[in-house]
C-alpha cells in the first residue's frame, strides 16, 4: 500500500490523505436509517461477494442519533470476512451520511449501496472489471425490484418500479437513470469538492442528482455494467398510490432546485401538465395502470411548477 496526499480543496488547510492499494482496494459504503432487518439481509449478501484482482471493506453509516443499526453491526463485525466499520452521523440527511462514509473509507475505490437493496455474488466483480475495460471514472448497475409479498396488479403492469437498463459499457450522460444505489466510482474524482454530496438535498432526495451533474460538468466518464445487479425491497408501504405520487411531487420540487425558474425546461413542465391532465380520463378508461403512471408523471411536472410559485405541498422526504 502506497500513501498520497491530496488536496479536497483549493483552500483547505488540511491535505485528505487518500491510501492507493496494490491490489486496488474497494470500500462497500452503505448508509443506513432504522432498518436493521433490511441491513442484515444487506450485510448477508456482501459478505457473500466474489473478490478476484481487489480487495475490500465495508463501511456502514448509521443516520439514527439513537443508533439503531449497531447492534446489528457488532454482531457481524466478530464474524465478518472482511474488515466492517460502523459510524454514526447524528443529523438526519442523507448527503451528510454518504459524506461521512467516503471520508472513513480506504483505498482507490467507493462502492454504494442502498441498506434495502441487496447484491448478488458478482456485483462488486462486475462492477470492478467494467470500470477498468472501459476506463471509466464510474460504473452504475441495474436495481431490480424485489416485492414484499404479491403487489398489486397496476403496479407491475405500470413498471413504475421498473427502471431502465442498458448494455455493459454503456456510456451514461443523461441524469435520468443515473441513481447512487448501485455505483462504484474512483475515489479521487472526489478531489476538489469540499463536500461530494450536497446537504441541501439530504431532506429531499436528489443529492445523487447533484452528484451526477457536477461530475459529468467536469468530464467524468460513467459506464453501465448490466451484470452488477442489486435487488431493492420494495415494501407493502411502497406498493400504494399514495407513496407514488408524493415521490412524484418531491422529485419536481427538488428539480426546481436545481434550474432556474424561467427557462425551456419550465415551458416544457407547463405544457407537459396541461398534456398529461387532459390525457387522464382516457388514461383510466384504457386502464387503471396507464392512468397511474401518466398521473405520476403529471405530478412530477406540476411539482416542479408548484415550486417556482412558492407553493411545496411536500416540504422534505419523509417515506423510507
Known amino acids: 500500500m502506497t500513501e498520497q496526499i491530496r488536496f479536497m480543496a483549493e483552500n483547505s488547510a488540511e491535505p485528505t490523505r487518500i491510501l492507493y492499494c496494490d491490489p486496488p482496494h474497494i470500500t462497500v459504503c452503505i448508509p443506513t436509517f432504522k432498518r436493521p432487518g433490511l441491513l442484515s439481509r444487506c ?8 473478490s ?3 480487495s475490500y471493506s465495508v463501511v456502514v453509516v448509521d443516520n439514527d442519533l439513537e443508533e ?4 446489528v453491526v457488532t454482531g457481524y463485525r466478530n464474524r465478518f470476512s472482511v474488515a466492517l466499520s460502523y459510524f454514526v452521523e447524528p443529523v438526519q440527511n442523507i448527503s451528510l451520511a454518504r459524506n461521512r462514509a467516503i471520508a472513513n473509507a480506504k483505498g482507490d475505490f467507493i462502492a454504494f ?3 434495502d437493496e441487496f447484491p448478488e455474488p458478482r456485483w462488486l466483480l462486475e462492477l470492478f472489471k467494467t470500470c477498468r475495460a472501459c476506463s471509466a471514472d464510474g460504473v452504475l448497475g441495474p436495481v431490480i425490484p424485489s416485492f414484499e409479498g404479491t403487489p398489486p396488479g397496476w403496479l407491475i403492469r405500470s413498471g413504475l418500479c421498473t427502471r431502465k437498463t442498458f448494455q455493459t459499457g454503456v456510456e451514461l450522460n443523461n441524469l435520468r437513470y443515473m441513481r447512487g444505489g448501485n455505483l462504484l466510482f474512483r475515489r479521487d474524482i472526489s478531489e476538489g469538492a469540499p463536500m461530494v454530496y450536497d446537504p441541501r438535498f439530504g431532506l429531499t432526495g436528489g443529492e445523487d442528482t447533484d452528484f451526477f451533474e457536477r461530475m459529468l460538468n467536469r468530464e467524468r466518464r460513467f459506464v453501465w455494467c448490466d451484470e452488477a445487479v442489486v435487488y431493492e425491497e420494495v415494501p407493502k408501504g411502497r406498493q400504494n398510490r399514495a407513496y407514488h405520487l408524493r415521490r ?15 427557462g425551456v425546461g419550465t415551458l416544457k413542465s407547463f405544457v407537459a401538465v396541461i398534456s398529461y391532465s387532459l390525457s387522464l380520463p382516457l388514461m383510466l378508461l384504457a386502464g387503471h395502470h396507464l392512468f397511474m403512471k401518466y398521473l405520476i408523471k403529471d405530478c412530477d411536472h406540476l411539482g416542479k ?9 411536500v416540504s422534505k422526504r419523509t417515506f423510507q
Open 43 to 50: 450485510l448477508d449478501a456482501i459478505e457473500k461477494l466474489e
Open 305 to 313: 411548477l408548484l415550486a417556482y410559485c412558492g407553493i411545496k405541498p
Open 113 to 115: 449501496i442502498d441498506d
Open 248 to 262: 412524484a411531487m418531491i422529485r419536481g420540487l427538488t428539480t426546481a432546485d436545481q434550474f432556474p425558474s424561467f
Open 52 to 54: 478476484r484482482g481487489f
Open 68 to 71: 439503531s443499526a449497531k447492534e
